[in-house]
């Protein structure tokens, strides 16, 4: 167990629908990263956020947006969905983004799929 | 442009044995490099770690050795158990840039009994 808890494990949905996904960093984490993990495309950094701001941005759609609260948990909206955003959404965390200091621990994944 | 590489997709060895899974790299700005390991259904775990200035680290079983001037790294696990067998991932992490890891493909590795 890593001690990063993201819900839901599965979401099935259509396609145009919008949808949340949550994350809980491990205790003491200031650090989240969302990854998507698609069949053909690997494991792909989407987003980063610090203590509550954006720090780094990957590949991630317009149609997709994250944010970062006060308590330090992070959600990934999408919207608009497509049957290609159906993959396994990671949320990662680790404490202080430095040189030397970049061990990521990640949740279980949530499970998307769009019909 | 894939900037980390894992050219072979599957490894097959047999308990006892040594493992060495392989890396390639093509982005200089990479000065810390990361080896995950993926069982189905479950989060990536962390393994082992090595930055740019160190060309080889121990853990257990697990060491990493990293060649720069060759771009590649290397994952050993010695001796090699079936509770090994899962997807391996490494991982690169630029300069400065927000820390975002850029994966490889995987390479699937089996220990047979």
């Known amino acids: 167990d890593s001690g990063v808890t993201q819900t839901p494990k599965h979401l099935i949905t259509a396609t145009g629908q919008r949808v949340t996904l949550r994350c809980s960093p491990r205790?003491?984490?200031?650090?989240v990263y969302w990854y998507q993990q698609s069949l053909d495309q690997g494991l792909q950094f989407l987003i980063q956020?610090?203590?509550?701001?954006?720090?780094a941005k990957g590949n991630i759609l317009e149609r997709f947006s994250a944010q970062q609260f006060p308590d330090l948990h992070s959600e990934l909206n999408l919207s608009s969905l497509e049957l290609g955003d159906s993959a396994l959404y990671f949320c990662?965390?680790?404490?202080?983004?430095?040189?030397?200091?970049?061990?990521?621990?990640f949740g279980p994944g949530t499970r998307l799929t769009v019909l | 442009d894939q900037q980390v590489k894992q050219n072979s997709p599957s490894l097959s060895v047999q308990e006892g044995r040594i493992s060495i899974l392989n890396c390639d790299y093509t982005n200089s700005m990479f000065d810390y490099f990361l080896w995950y390991k993926k069982y189905p259904a479950e989060g990536p775990t962390f393994l082992i770690s090595i930055s740019s200035i160190k060309d080889k680290n121990e853990d257990g079983r697990f060491t990493v050795f990293l060649n720069k001037s060759a771009k590649h790294l290397s994952l050993h696990i010695v001796p090699s158990q079936p509770g090994d067998s899962a997807v391996y991932f490494c991982a690169a992490s630029p300069l400065g840039a927000g820390n975002m890891l850029t994966f490889g493909g995987g390479t699937r590795l089996m220990v047979k009994p």
């Open positions: 205790s003491g984490d200031l650090s």
């Open positions: 990662a965390s680790s404490a202080h983004p430095g040189r030397g200091n970049n061990e990521q621990f």
């Open positions: 956020y610090y203590n509550g701001e954006e720090r």
